[in-house]
Nanobody, 114 residues
């Protein structure tokens, strides 16, 4: 199985930036699809971004142009660079991997507030 641990969350002002990291317990070289989801209070979990082993990405419309997902297979880590953060980005962010099954991290809190 795959264990995923998120880090990098915190409190940031509107317009600021954060970079989230997701460290996997095994090589991600063979894990085709990894990504980030988020869940805000009182709302359903939603896709933020996905990235494949080939570098193909997709993003939620709400974050296009502001967020960038990337992966470093040598470090077994997936990143989410978040720029121009808005209060509505406030949520718990979860790392996700599909490797014969769905795997989820424990989540990291991102709070965007002045």
């Amino acid at each position: 199985q795959v264990q995923l641990v998120e880090s990098g969350g915190g409190l940031v002002q509107p317009g600021g930036s954060l970079r989230l990291s997701c460290a996997a317990s095994r090589t991600i070289f063979s894990i085709n699809t990894m990504g980030w989801y988020r869940q805000a209070p009182g709302k359903e979990r939603e896709l933020v971004a996905h990235i494949t082993s080939g570098g193909s990405t997709n993003y939620a419309d709400s974050v296009k142009g502001r967020f960038t997902i990337s992966r470093d297979n040598t470090k077994n880590t997936v990143y989410l660079q978040m720029n121009s953060l808005k209060p509505e980005d406030t949520a718990v962010y979860y790392c996700y991997a599909r490797y014969y099954a769905d795997y989820w991290g424990q989540g990291t809190q991102v709070t965007v507030s002045s």
